[in-house]
Nanobody, 120 residues
Framework: VQLQASGGGLVQAGGSLRLSCAAS????????MGWFRQAPGKEREFVAA??????YYADYVSGRFTISRDNGRNTVFLQMNSLKPEDTAVYYC????????????????WGQGTLVTVSS
């Protein structure tokens, strides 16, 4: 599986961005898809995951971010609203053959990342 993330950019605090992650392969619908982020000088952290229609969010994005997927287009999305400067990070999409999880080590495939910068 190859993953290609896109949609990052510069946005003011309170604004919105929509990230996309396009996946190769014919079994996309069977994968758990996740979004992680890594801010400068910090460890990579979990953001959200989706498997079929089940979703799971980190507390610090719950209510502001929404993960969704379009299996027909082999794409997973992350709609980010009410963005804060602390959301600034490189955002990575990942795929797991297992169930919904926030553990990065359980994801089998990773995209290259897309930079999100939120100005105050």
């Amino acid at each position: 599986v190859q993953l290609q993330a896109s949609g990052g950019g510069l946005v003011q605090a309170g604004g919105s961005l929509r990230l996309s992650c396009a996946a190769s392969g014919r079994t996309f619908s069977s994968y758990t898809m996740g979004w992680f982020r890594q801010a400068p000088g910090k460890e990579r952290e979990f953001v959200a995951a989706i498997r079929w229609s089940d979703t799971y969010y980190a507390d610090y994005v719950s209510g502001r971010f929404t993960i969704s997927r379009d299996n027909g287009r082999n794409t997973v999305f992350l709609q980010m609203n009410s963005l804060k400067p602390e959301d600034t990070a490189v955002y990575y999409c990942a795929a797991s053959i297992g169930g919904v999880t926030s553990t990065a080590g359980l994801y089998d495939y990773w995209g290259q990342g897309t930079l999100v910068t939120v100005s105050s």
